[in-house]
């Protein structure tokens, strides 16, 4: 069974910074992925790293923004997000990927964590 914790939600303001961190209680080779969820809407994916950290993948809206990167070492994913927007609002979660590509569908993930609340205002 895995279990993946989510920290390093909070409150900020517009154009500032916050930095999640997703650690696991055991080694994931996986590729990892993060999604985020606002109030009303369904997930939606922001980005998904491999195993490795060398090849990432993002969405759209935040490419250039955000950053994934992953300490195998330390069982941790990290999500650097800059210039945060208001409509970066939103529960992030992270989770494994069941593929060794890196899927943008939630259906293609297993695990998941509980989540951490991100609030950016304008």
């Known amino acids: 069974q895995v279990q993946l914790v989510e920290s390093g939600g909070g409150l900020v303001q517009a154009g500032g910074s916050l930095r999640l961190s997703c650690t696991s209680s055991g080694r994931i080779y996986n590729p990892m992925g993060w999604f985020r969820r606002a109030p009303g809407k369904e997930h939606v994916f922001v980005a998904a790293?491999?195993?490795?950290?060398?090849?990432?993948s993002y969405a759209d809206s935040v490419k250039g923004r955000f950053t994934i990167s992953r300490d195998n070492a330390k069982n941790t994913v990290y999500l650097q997000m800059n210039s945060l927007k208001p409509e970066d609002t939103a529960v992030y979660y992270c989770?494994?990927?069941?593929?060794?590509?890196?899927?943008?569908?939630?259906?293609?993930?297993?695990?998941w964590g509980q989540g951490t609340q991100v609030t950016v205002s304008s």
């Open positions: 989770a494994r990927s069941t593929l060794n590509s890196l899927p943008t569908a939630k259906v293609y993930y297993d695990y």
């Open positions: 790293i491999d195993w490795s950290g060398s090849i990432t």
